[in-house]
């Protein structure tokens, strides 16, 4: 009995911790392991759809154009009907190429006929210039692979309105009124003029006194190289009063115009246009995307940057862009509102630039670069590129941490060890990198097939043909990659 007692004292204090340690296991591996229901998964298929939709709603939203008859309604405001008269007069000409009797003389005097009539009916509180330019030249310009361009005799309709203080400072408002060879050259760039034209009216005829003054440059040559606003930046008298630039411009008809560059340098201009403008729409990763040369295109801003030493801000149309450099850029590929948006935006823009304290002492804000975008057209997003480095750092380190979480999580759920996982996230990751490489390859022998059967292009009238010709297959491609590899790796464990 003395025996039974002892064996079950010492059955009493054998240790138990093989069991609770199981347990302590599988309780936490119950904690870090919580698989989500597949309501999750059509919730976020969800929220994806509304907002693809929702982004296409505002992309197509446009203001109702304001027409002449309700001008009483709105005074001092843009007028999308005179500017659609201004611009049915433009293309009327048909294609206006740099040398050309429709370029040189017809194009010109309807210009000057529309800003005499302005200045006729200005208010006299302004004082309104004009003179006609014209520049010869050569420079060096470091586009595609590069060349020097001479030119001759180059036309420039260019108007000065200010005010009585007659102050130094002024803004710069630029466009082109010639055209590609064939193009009756609606959207690029009649458009333009015929916006800068109403701006001009509205600015004559309003009562408020501008502080500084607005110069309206109608170049008669941007589509041989931009020589004819390099006459006017480095030749005329005004060029040198000249303190920041708005450029308008075009490689499509319609729809909204976007921000694709803004500076260099000088944050306040990019505030002033988060300020000022009611309908925005900016990207700074257009930007980037420009600038690095991958579109093979340029504008007079760079003209104005590195000739000029300015800074500014580049403005296009971009929608339905097939018509673009085409003899389809008729008036008729333009509404009204797609002229009222970008009238009412520019209006305020060269007002809040033209009233604004900055003009007179840019160099006092010339430091610094913003990252910027819109959302949803409803404001601007920017902050400074010290701002964008530290976001760029932490979204580095979270990353980092993320995985180190990760490691951590794998050792309950799936008995994983460090070496074992890091080992699974580096075959993953190279998965990724080879099936992004597959859908690359994939969508250059796609465009290959369509260009050796003479279909170069074909779905560009029709941009949805472009989601069944490379969206999907890319798609596939991916999904095929990974399943493979998930595949390999299941008969390999």
């Avoid at 005799?153 to 203080?165: A, C, E, L």
């Avoid at 708005?246 to 976007?258: D, K, Q």
């Avoid at 850029?329 to 509102?337: F, H, K, R, S």
Wanted: glycine content about 6%.
């Amino acid at each position: 009995m003395q025996e039974q007692f002892l064996r079950n004292r010492f059955m009493e204090h054998l240790p138990t911790t093989a069991p609770s340690r199981t347990l302590q296991h599988d309780e936490k591996k119950a904690k870090y392991y919580k698989p989500l229901p597949c309501i999750h998964f059509f919730a976020l298929l969800f929220l994806i759809f509304v907002v693809f939709t929702l982004v296409i709603i505002i992309e197509k939203q446009l203001p109702p154009g304001l027409k002449i008859a309700d001008e009483a309604k709105h005074p001092d405001s843009f007028i999308a009907e005179r500017a659609y008269r201004i611009l049915s007069n433009l293309t009327k000409i048909g294609p206006r190429t740099a040398g050309s009797f429709e370029n040189e003389v017809v194009a010109v005097n309807i210009l000057k006929q529309e800003i005499e009539g302005i200045i006729r009916e200005a208010d006299d509180h302004h004082v309104i210039e004009i003179d006609i330019q014209k520049a010869s030249g050569a420079f060096n310009l470091e586009f595609l692979d590069g060349m020097t361009n001479v030119y001759q005799d180059m036309q420039n309709v260019i108007v000065k309105i200010g005010s009585r203080i007659a102050s130094p400072h002024s803004l710069l408002i630029n466009c082109h009124f010639d055209s590609v060879i064939d193009s009756p050259g609606a959207s690029d760039d009649g458009a333009s003029c015929a916006v800068m034209l109403e701006i001009l009216r509205v600015l004559s005829k309003s009562t408020k006194i501008l502080r500084h003054n607005v110069i309206f440059l109608f170049n008669g040559g941007e589509e041989n190289f931009m020589p004819a606003s390099h006459g006017f930046i480095t030749q005329h008298i005004w060029a040198k009063e000249v303190r920041v630039f708005i450029n308008l411009e075009a490689c499509g008809a319609g729809g909204r115009e976007v921000l694709f560059q803004a500076g260099p340098n000088h944050p306040w201009i990019l505030e002033t246009y988060s300020e000022e403008v009611p309908y925005p729409y900016a990207s700074s990763l257009a930007q980037e995307i420009f600038q690095s040369g991958v579109i093979p295109g340029d504008t007079d801003y760079r003209i104005f940057r590195d000739f000029g030493n300015l800074s500014g801000l580049d403005f296009a149309w971009s929608s339905n862009g097939y018509v673009y450099h085409t003899k389809f850029d008729t008036i008729e590929q333009i509404p009204l509102g797609s002229l009222q948006r970008t009238g009412d935006n520019i209006l305020a823009l060269a007002r809040g630039m033209a009233q604004g304290y900055h003009i007179s002492d840019v160099d006092r804000y010339k430091q610094g670069n913003l990252v910027f975008f819109d959302f949803l057209g409803a404001f601007v997003v920017r902050w400074t590129m010290p701002i964008a480095d530290i976001i760029n750092m932490v979204s580095v380190i979270f990353s980092i941490y993320t995985i180190y979480e990760n490691v951590k999580k794998a050792q309950y759920t799936d008995d994983i060890k460090e070496k074992q996982y890091l080992r699974k996230l580096m075959g993953c990751t190279l998965t990724a990198l080879v099936s992004w490489i597959l859908s690359v390859l994939a969508t250059l022998i796609i465009a290959g097939l369509l260009t050796a059967f003479g279909r170069t292009m074909s779905w560009y009238a029709r941009p949805l043909w472009a989601f069944f010709l490379y969206v999907i297959p890319t798609l596939l491609v991916c999904m095929a990659t990974v399943l493979l590899h998930a595949k390999l790796f299941n008969s390999v464990s």
